[in-house]
């Protein structure tokens, strides 16, 4: 069964940093492109960040670009989002996904971690 | 960056109703759309991939249809489990591009 596990969330400052992880298991994690995706409260869905299979390629939203690092340890099964310069916009439930085998879209999404940026 | 506009934002049916969401993307997307379900407190669950594949454990009852930049997703017969927000996503291109959703509560 395929898991994924978000942690690191919390209630940070604005200007501040933070470093988000999602460890993955029920598959080989060192063989799929991972995606992180962000909801804000009470809204839709963004995506923000894709890692290939071998971190040779990552993209990202042009909202998070500069800020947001996505990277990986294929050794520990584990994805990670580093944040700096957090924005009280950056404030949302943080859920990383599974790059489907076939195609770009997400077949499995982790339970998601908050992250709250305010004074 | 493509655009995908998604309507109506909310929607009411009765059990046993037939509901169509659409969604409409700013330029072709060769049927690179997928829609996902999302109860409240839980993460998107994917209904359905490449326009009209159903996922593995999707109900029947669950379609979707469309081409170029037009797309549609239907219930039929709602039951009471499908009271959720659905969202499309187009991963033609990146950036992948969400809908805004759509949320399906009892009439």
């Known amino acids: 069964e395929v898991q994924l596990v978000e942690s690191g969330g919390g209630l940070v400052k604005p200007g501040s940093s933070l470093k988000l992880s999602c460890v993955a298991s029920?598959?080989?994690?060192?063989?799929?492109?991972m995606h992180w995706i962000r909801q804000a409260p009470k809204k839709g869905l963004e995506w923000i960040a894709l890692i290939y299979y071998d971190s040779s390629n990552k993209y990202y939203a042009d909202s998070v670009k500069g800020r947001f690092t996505i990277s990986r340890d294929n050794s520990k099964n584990t994805l990670y989002l580093e944040m700096n310069s957090l924005r009280s916009e950056d404030t949302a439930m943080y859920y990383c996904?599974?790059?489907?085998?076939?195609?770009?879209?997400?077949?499995?999404w982790g339970q998601g971690v908050m992250v709250t940026v305010s004074s | 960056d493509i655009q995908m506009t998604q309507s109506p934002p909310s929607l009411s049916a009765s059990l046993g109703d037939k509901v169509t969401i659409t969604c409409q993307a700013s330029?072709?997307?060769?049927?690179?759309i997928a829609w996902y379900q999302q109860k409240p407190g839980k993460a998107p669950r994917l209904l359905i991939r490449y326009t009209s594949t159903l996922e593995s454990g999707t109900p029947s009852r669950f379609s979707g249809s469309g081409s170029g930049r037009d797309y549609s997703f239907s219930i039929s017969n709602v039951e009471s489990e499908d009271i959720a927000s659905y969202y499309c996503l187009q991963y033609d291109n990146l950036p992948y591009t969400f809908g805004a959703g759509t949320k399906l509560e009892l009439k």
């Open positions: 330029q072709n997307i060769n049927k690179y």
């Open positions: 029920g598959f080989t994690f060192s063989s799929y492109g």
């Open positions: 996904a599974k790059l489907s085998p076939t195609s770009g879209y997400f077949d499995y």
